[in-house]
């Protein structure tokens, strides 16, 4: 869709792919129109039942591209700081920034991010606002926002915590240490270890895509809001959702492919 996101889909699933491998997918300007443009194809998009976030080349995505940087140092002729300097990234380009994750996380499917290479600052914040990421175990993971002085501001703050306890989020986000895949998935951070996180992505989602698409969103909702709600709240959600649900076409689908013990096949 651009020289700098593919996105296609098949059997339900959309594959997106950062297309900048000779920056190592880092995070520019036109990087961040075309990755909000990505999610907001499959947004409208109702046969898509399951996403797979991944990069090309040698990485998943380096980051910010350091041009960027140059916009927070920005002043204006009396010495003062400009209208666009106003945090981690100035102006515009943090607004696009914070949508290029919170996009993913809205979406009512689930989002995989296949990880390989490296993931570090924006790019590791990226793979955050996946549901699930695979991870090879060689990948490095970082938040390397301190290096250059600034909080990790594309949601990473409120994304990380709840996958691995805030200690453990203040550690990495204060010493900008590097991670390896194995153990980004022993401290939760990663879902599953690969060899090779895109086919395992595609296969996952392959599997995601076969299933009640209903029941999918359905289940992807409850968990995200058990994060932010009492357990009464969640628990009132999830009764009016279920009930929703149950006797639906999808479901008796589900019921008569799985008694039958064949494929289901369900209505977007």
Request: some cysteine; proline content about 4%.
């Amino acid at each position: 869709m651009s020289e700098r996101v593919s996105c296609t889909v098949s059997d339900g699933v959309a594959d997106v792919r950062l297309t900048r491998p000779e920056k190592r997918n880092a995070l520019d300007r036109a990087m961040f129109s075309a990755i909000i443009d990505a999610a907001e194809q499959v947004q409208v998009d109702r046969s898509v039942r399951a996403v797979v976030l991944s990069g090309e080349g040698k990485a998943f995505c380096a980051g910010l591209d350091t041009s960027l940087f140059a916009a927070m140092a920005d002043r204006d002729d009396a010495g003062g700081a400009t209208q666009r300097d106003t945090g981690g990234v100035a102006g515009s380009i943090r607004v696009d920034a914070v949508r290029a994750v919170r996009s993913w996380t809205e979406l009512p499917v689930p989002v995989i991010a296949a990880v390989h290479g490296v993931a570090v600052g924006g790019g590791f914040q990226l793979a955050l606002g996946a549901d699930l990421r695979i991870v090879a175990p060689d990948a490095q993971l970082g938040v390397f926002e301190i290096k250059w002085g600034i909080v990790p501001d594309m949601c990473g703050t409120q994304l990380l915590p709840p996958l691995v306890g805030p200690d453990v989020a203040k550690d990495l986000m204060f010493t900008a240490r590097v991670v390896s895949g194995a153990e980004a998935k022993a401290m939760g951070l990663a879902t599953r270890v690969a060899d090779d996180p895109r086919a395992a992505a595609l296969e996952l989602a392959a599997e995601v895509a076969s299933r009640n698409p209903d029941a999918i969103r359905v289940m992807k909702r409850l968990v995200d809001l058990s994060w932010g709600s009492t357990l009464a709240d969640g628990l009132r959600a999830e009764q009016e959702l279920t009930e929703g649900m149950i006797g639906s076409p999808n479901q008796l689908e589900a019921v008569m492919a799985n008694l039958e013990q064949r494929p289901g096949k369900f209505d977007d």
